[in-house]
């Protein structure tokens, strides 16, 4: 009966199979969770795990990928983390390290921190069996080389591009594969702070051998009155061993998942390995346009059908939109004239340094386009596939920028790489060749190259403009060719006089700004190296926010301006040197939260109303000094206030702000505002009371339990009344319970040397100096004596095995290993590996087990018998044989694990804030974050966290 019902069960699954495998004959894995992690070395290679080291290399042979490359290296004792991940985000700071990178102790003299690897073990299963599989890595940082068990993948040098291996023929289907990483941040590509790790998601790709290969396709739209003409332009690589014949299936589909335009193709035919390019033209009537305030995205799914199966289905998310840079009026998206306000800025964020979750790069957005920002400037390299999908998603422009300006075929590959990968966005609407490439941008080199990159582009996208961001000699070089000239910084030149110069081409400033200011900073001290948050020049040069604004708003032919930079970043500490360790150049500081810029800004570039004050009104000891009193507003006029007592009414210019002088007295400053005449809105600053309780607030009160989703946390020191105290600076220690994690910390505070992550200590103890005698029933006791005398017993567990043949016998082998006080005081692990049958294992005496039935177990050790210094390790078991001369089996027992618990979280606020970065860790629940700090009532925030499948994601 039992067997009869099992029966019928398969049969039914057999016929849902193939059905469910025709619907999605294309996975997309992420490929982000539970990696294992440690550090290498850039040259000693012993610290690199001997990895390249053998007579035959990875290089000599295929599948000799040794070391830590090797598929049956035991990497237990490494740390397991999830992706992305920025080891630089987790180092100290120095003064001996690099100024660009934030002074983190990576790259450049610190050879012991450069190199890291990881490694992660996941399984194939035997259905898997010839579909192509594909691992793709949106960016790690940098110079990786790649192994799948032990078979060499490839190496990229580049820290921005995203790369994929066919490892189809490499993989154990049904069994257990391994993917090896050796990630080299020794150098640097920037001259800002760029991470290290792999700080991109990683996913793992399955198709069908004939399949649209990743970013394979390329759509393109033009819109003639209530129709566009939608062009789907669709790779088909044949990795069959045979020929194939197929047909082609497009869909365009809407948001609403209504299909509007449709179409199949006649038979195609492709040799193995071959590949070609199918264009295809849609009619959609009146399209659902892609603009800033309604970013409707359209899907083109593209089916093959080859032997009455839909074999692979690839989907294209791309908008429908029209884009014009005219030389005399600037930037038109849909035919509507669009200023651009934009920021540079750089991927890296308080707490998690590059390693962005996507809900991170959601929300750094949604600050911006808070800020009335339509523009996003990828400075100075190739963003994440994440950040275009969220500026896709929420209506940004992105000018997208290359890494390094070059013409040989290698470079240009790179070009290549960024708009086949970057082109479907509608998001994107200008290339960006180079940025301030000094050596060539004013001579007739300079000039050659852009001309020659901005021809090439040509041939991979006519559907948008080459821009070069320039800073010296406008008027000639690269400035006198480009389709799009970028004007960086004002005080470089006229843009009139080129204009005038160049009136075929069209303009916009890329960078404008670089001044510096410091959250919550009202004066400058240059001792603590904080700079005043009051727009102004600075001393070398730049023009403050406002002058670089009413230069772009007040000329029609500049498209707009991109500021630098929107958000701070770490490194390039202008105008100072360690111990400052971030640069000051953000509207918002390095966790976004806003400094006064913001509201200057917000009240030219948004249609919001905006009425700010600064300073704070906390200044004891400074009674009767004259203090200025700005106000960022976009009404008529406002009229300002102190204690009871009018300043004045004034009219606020456009694109200006007002100012006053008024004497310092503890109360209240108020700002009251006027359209046409009639009181508005009205703002209050108030001089708070003393700190006295912590309040945490979320920018969102639920999120996913997908492990990747975020809540944002602004950690508050307030008064009684609770007001934030603008100058607390206190101490938080952090608590968290439930379903999430703490990934970082951060304060904006541009000297503050706290760590950004409070990360468990992972080391390594090795056993060495083994020896080895023959166990006898007589001697056994003797032998397993702590203090046994092992001088003169032969040297053991040094070389591949017993030699085929020998007849193995019960042997004790003894060998040490060296605590230090710190690492007795952590959590030790013997992770161990069997040498030989029926092992049984001792420390110090102490039997740990006997006769285990394992290959790999793991053993938690006890203080009890162990101690600091030379500890003794005993191993009887009766050794491997080896079956051929040049098989190798396991002689090394394994490993010790050390773990040193972190501090707790914790940071200080500064100017009254801080915020902590909390993730998903999977599953619902509650999440509750304490912040307690001495003598201050705790605060305390619920995060709901609702079951979420998340992304389909490699176990
Ligand atoms: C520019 C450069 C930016 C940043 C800025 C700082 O010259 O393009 O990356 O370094 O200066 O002022």
């Not at 700071?93 to 100024?99: E, N, P």
Request: glycine content about 10%.
């Amino acid at each position: 009966m039992k067997t009869h019902t099992t029966r019928k069960i398969l049969l039914l699954l057999f016929m849902v199979v193939p059905f469910l495998s025709s619907a999605s004959p294309r996975e997309r894995l992420l490929m982000n969770f539970d990696w294992q992690f440690t550090f290498g070395h850039p040259h000693d290679v012993e610290k690199d795990f001997n990895m390249g080291t053998s007579y035959f290399t990875y290089l000599a042979k295929a599948g000799y990928g040794d070391g830590a490359a090797a598929a049956d290296f035991d990497d237990r004792t490494w740390r397991t983390l999830d992706l992305p991940h920025d080891w630089a985000a987790e180092m100290e700071f120095s003064g001996d390290a690099s100024h660009s990178h934030g002074y983190k102790k990576v790259g450049p003299g610190f050879p012991d921190t450069s190199v890291g690897w990881y490694r992660k073990t996941f399984s194939v299963s035997e259905s898997d069996k010839g579909k192509r599989i594909f691992l793709e890595f949106d960016g790690v940082f940098r110079d990786s080389k790649v192994w799948v068990n032990g078979f060499y993948c490839g190496n990229e040098p580049s820290g921005y591009t995203g790369f994929s291996y066919d490892v189809s023929e490499y993989l154990n289907y049904g069994g257990e594969n391994v993917v090896a990483v050796r990630v080299d941040a020794s150098m640097e590509e920037g001259w800002f702070y760029e991470g290290a790790g792999i700080y991109r998601h990683v996913w793992m790709t399955k198709v069908n051998p004939l399949h649209v290969p990743q970013y394979g396709t390329f759509v393109t739209s033009e819109v003639d009155g209530d129709e566009a003409t939608v062009t789907a332009r669709v790779t088909v690589r044949n990795k069959n061993l045979g020929k194939s014949s197929f047909s082609l299936e497009n869909r365009i589909v809407n948001a609403a998942g209504d299909v509007v335009a449709e179409g199949k193709s006649g038979v195609f035919e492709l040799i193995p390995m071959g590949s070609d390019e199918y264009t295809f033209e849609y009619k959609v009537d009146n399209p659902h346009l892609w603009d800033l305030d309604d970013p409707h995205l359209y899907t083109l799914e593209t089916l093959i059908h080859s032997n009455d199966q839909v074999v692979d289905k690839y989907e294209t998310t791309f908008g429908i939109r029209t884009i014009k840079w005219d030389p005399d009026k600037g930037f038109f998206l849909n035919g509507r004239h669009v200023k651009i306000k934009g920021t540079n800025n750089h991927q890296n964020h308080a707490g998690v340094g590059t390693a962005i979750p996507d809900g991170l790069h959601e929300w750094r957005l949604k600050q911006l386009k808070d800020m009335g920002n339509n523009a996003y400037r990828t400075a100075h390299y190739p963003p994440t596939p994440a950040l275009l999908e969220a500026c896709d998603r929420m209506g940004m422009l992105v000018l997208n920028e290359n890494r390094l300006m070059g013409t040989t075929d290698y470079m240009l590959e790179y070009l290549k790489r960024l708009v086949i990968r970057d082109r479907n966005h509608p998001s994107v609407v200008l290339w960006s060749i180079g940025n301030e490439e000094w050596m060539i941008e004013n001579g007739e080199r300079g000039a050659m190259m852009a001309q020659n990159m901005q021809a090439y582009l040509k041939t991979l996208d006519t559907t948008r403009p080459a821009n070069a961001a320039v800073s010296g000699a406008w008027g000639a070089g690269i400035s006198s060719v480009i389709e799009v000239m970028g004007f960086n910084y004002l005080r470089h030149g006229s843009t009139d006089e080129h204009h005038e110069k160049f009136p075929w081409q069209a303009s916009l400033g890329t960078e404008q700004g670089s001044t510096n200011t410091t959250r919550g900073i009202y004066v400058d001290d240059q001792e603590k190296q904080y700079l005043k948050a009051y727009d102004v020049p600075t001393p070398s040069g730049f023009m403050s926010i406002q002058q670089g604004w009413q230069h772009y708003a007040d000329r029609d032919y500049l498209a707009g301006m991109v500021i630098w930079t929107g958000f701070d970043y770490r490194g390039e500490s202008t105008p100072f040197r360690y111990p400052s360790v971030l640069s000051y150049f953000g509207m918002f500081d390095l966790c976004g939260l806003p400094k006064d810029n913001v509201w200057y800004l917000k009240s030219w570039w948004s249609d919001e109303d905006v009425l700010h004050i600064l300073p704070h009104w906390n200044w004891e000891g400074r009674e009767g000094d004259a203090l200025d009193v700005w106000v960022y507003s976009n009404h008529d006029e406002v009229e300002l206030f102190a204690n009871g007592t009018s300043f004045g009414r004034k009219k606020m210019e456009p694109n200006s702000h007002l100012e006053w002088k008024v004497p310092y007295k503890a109360g209240q400053l108020k700002a009251v505002a006027y359209d046409s005449g009639k009181k508005v809105d009205t703002e209050i600053v108030e001089t708070t009371g003393e700190s006295q309780k912590v309040r945490l607030v979320a920018d969102r009160q639920t999120i996913d339990g997908d492990r990747e989703d975020v809540a944002i946390v602004t950690v508050q020191v307030t008064d009684k009344k609770g007001r934030v105290v603008p100058t607390a600076n206190r101490n938080i220690t952090f608590e968290i319970e439930g379903p999430g994690k703490i990934i970082g910390v951060g304060n904006g505070d541009p000297t503050s040397h706290e760590p950004d992550r409070y990360i468990d200590a992972y080391k390594t103890v090795v056993f060495n100096n083994w020896k080895q005698t023959l166990a006898t029933e007589s001697n056994i006791s003797q032998v397993l004596n702590p203090d046994f005398d092992v001088q003169g017993l032969k040297d053991a567990l040094n070389n591949d095995g017993l030699e085929p043949g020998t007849e193995a016998q019960k042997t004790v082998f003894i060998g040490q290993f060296d605590l230090s006080e710190e690492e007795l005081s952590g959590d030790i692990n013997w992770m161990f590996r069997s040498i030989g049958d029926n092992p049984s294992l001792y420390v110090n005496g102490q039997l740990i087990e006997k006769d285990i039935a394992e290959y790999e177990k793991v053993f938690h050790l006890k203080k009890d018998y162990l101690k600091a210094g030379i500890n003794r390790v005993v191993v009887v078991a009766t050794p491997y044989v080896k079956e051929n001369p040049w098989s190798v089996v396991n002689t090394e027992p394994g490993k010790l694990q050390v773990v040193i618990p972190a501090e707790p979280w914790q940071r200080k606020t500064f100017n009254g804030l801080a915020q902590v970065i909390i993730q998903s860790t999977g599953g619902a629940g509650e999440i509750k974050l304490t912040g307690n700090s001495d003598g201050l009532k705790t605060g305390e925030l619920i995060i709901e966290v609702v079951e979420a499948e998340g992304r389909p994601a490699v176990k």
